[in-house]
């Protein structure tokens, strides 16, 4: 079976400066990988996803993620944090076995300071 | 368009009210999904439907009763709830056309449910 684990519960970076949230997966095989953001009292919004295709993915707003299958990790970052970009973030990966069902990462809360 | 609405934005009711949650997708989707999110959490798993059959079940109290109309809507009939039942309701959809592991699961803006 499949898990994701996302190293930190809170990350707090100064606005302007680079953002790094950690995400390590296990799989004994190909993984599908995700990130999700979720703003306060919001729903969650797909920020970029891992299709195999290539390992570098771009997403929204800036962010991306590089799929290391030597490290079994799937980072998300973005080299200049704005204050929109405080949220909670969701690291995701596919059961095997299932279409449907997907396994979330605990989370990584990501503050902003002015 | 990648949007998938929710209503009511809010919700508040009693454990003797039944009440119901709606979700509408015109994406042309055919899986959709209702998920319960408790705070600091990630969303859980309820219910699937796959071409508008009950396709999971993660052993939901039956207080908690999922219709799917039609293949853009799905309801959430809700009735004698309790107070641990309050939370964010999520919505989602994806396409079900057989990509499996790469397709996309769509969320609405979830419905804040509060049970007194």
């Known amino acids: 079976a499949q898990s994701v684990t996302q190293l930190d519960s809170h990350v707090s970076v100064s606005e302007g400066t680079p953002v790094l949230l950690r995400c390590n997966y296990s799989s004994s095989y190909s993984p599908s990988l995700f990130w999700y953001v979720q703003h306060p009292n919001k729903g969650l919004q797909l920020l970029l996803k891992?299709?195999?295709?290539?390992?570098l993915v771009k997403g929204i707003n800036g962010f991306e993620a590089e799929f290391k299958k030597s490290e079994t990790s799937f980072h998300l970052t973005k080299p200049s944090a704005h204050m929109s970009d405080a949220a909670e973030y969701f690291c995701?990966?596919?059961?095997?076995?299932?279409?449907?069902?997907?396994?979330f990462g605990k989370g990584t809360l990501l503050t902003v300071n002015p | 368009d990648t949007e998938v609405t929710q209503t009511p934005k809010h919700l508040v009711m009693g454990m003797t009210n039944k009440k119901s949650l709606k979700c509408e997708q015109h994406?042309?989707?055919?899986?959709m999904y209702w998920y319960k999110q408790k705070a600091k959490k990630p969303p859980e798993l309820m219910f699937v439907y796959s071409y508008e059959k009950l396709s999971i079940n993660e052993s939901v109290p039956s207080r908690f009763s999922p219709e799917c109309p039609n293949s853009s809507l799905l309801n959430l009939h809700l009735h004698a709830l309790q107070p641990e039942d309050s939370a964010l309701y999520l919505c989602?959809?994806?396409?079900?056309?057989?990509?499996?592991?790469?397709?996309?699961?769509?969320f609405g803006p979830g419905t804040r449910l509060l049970v007194l």
């Open positions: 994406m042309g989707h055919r899986a």
């Open positions: 989602a959809s994806s396409q079900d056309g057989g990509a499996g592991g790469w397709e996309t699961q769509y």
């Open positions: 995701v990966g596919k059961s095997g076995g299932s279409n449907y069902k997907l396994t």
């Open positions: 891992y299709t195999s295709a290539a390992t």
